[in-house]
């Protein structure tokens, strides 16, 4: 149990120092009159963006970082506006809006945040764990197996053909029956039935930095042992390889290309639409 919860924080680590990008989360949630605080996703460990969306535009809502002054904005009375025009966070699970709507929307709240990482502590499911064979086709998203094996909660897990033909990871993003899922992209291998397979928990980091959390595993293995020379070791292929993934991830994009804007035409929208509709 101690090696799992150091390839857990191991990985944490990686996370962080991609300033978790990798993890993006969005969701959306109903507008509710006259409700001026919602709840945050349970996993949602800091916001970073936060929109509304009405007769089919989206607008951004502007953060208010103060206590001090978001009690003051809302000394103000309500305005006729009904689409809230700053946040505020309170707590570590809420976000306060204002203006308050003034009527119901649904699905008007749109939150990006990053994403608390769940612990990897589930056994892999295989061919060899349940007695059950694989059936994929080339470019389709449904995976059947031979057994009844599948359970809700392996959304969010990841699949793998592991007998040669593909070696691709897919993840699992919807639960079809006790024996047939959906995958997140197209299969991209050679289809067929009896294919052997894996069904797991994954680092959704890069797969040449896997052995990242490993080594931090075994660092404090062997720390924890007083084994000092090997710690040192397992410590130092551990913080070449993050340092490797942050030089390389811990931006969004690969590059950035700057255009010459010219004579482009802007057109700016400095107050929402009213009503929502």
Known sequence: MNIKQDINQGLRLFKNASRRYWTREEKTASLVALQQYYQLPSDCVRVTEVRVVA??????????????????????????????????????????????????????????????????????????????????????????????????????????VNDGTDGNWYQITIYNSTSSFEIGNSYQGIGGASHTFIIGQAPDIPEEYHLGPVYFAIYQYYLKRNKTESAMLYKSLFEDLLQKYIEVYAAKTTGQVQYDLGNTGFNIFTIPPNPIT
């Open 55 to 160: 007769n089919g535009l989206t607008f951004p809502v502007a953060q208010i970082d103060s206590e001090a002054i978001w009690n003051k904005t809302n000394i103000i009375p309500s305005m006729t506006i009904n689409l809230p025009v700053y946040f505020f966070i309170r707590g570590n699970d809420e976000i306060g809006l204002w203006p308050i709507p003034s009527q119901s929307s649904v699905n008007t709240l749109v939150i990006s945040y990053e994403s608390r990482l769940p612990d990897m502590t589930v056994d892999d499911v295989t061919n060899v764990t349940s007695s059950t064979t694989a059936t994929v086709t080339n470019g389709d998203t449904t995976v059947t197996l031979s057994g009844n094996v599948v359970l809700p909660q392996m959304v969010g897990r990841w699949f793998q």
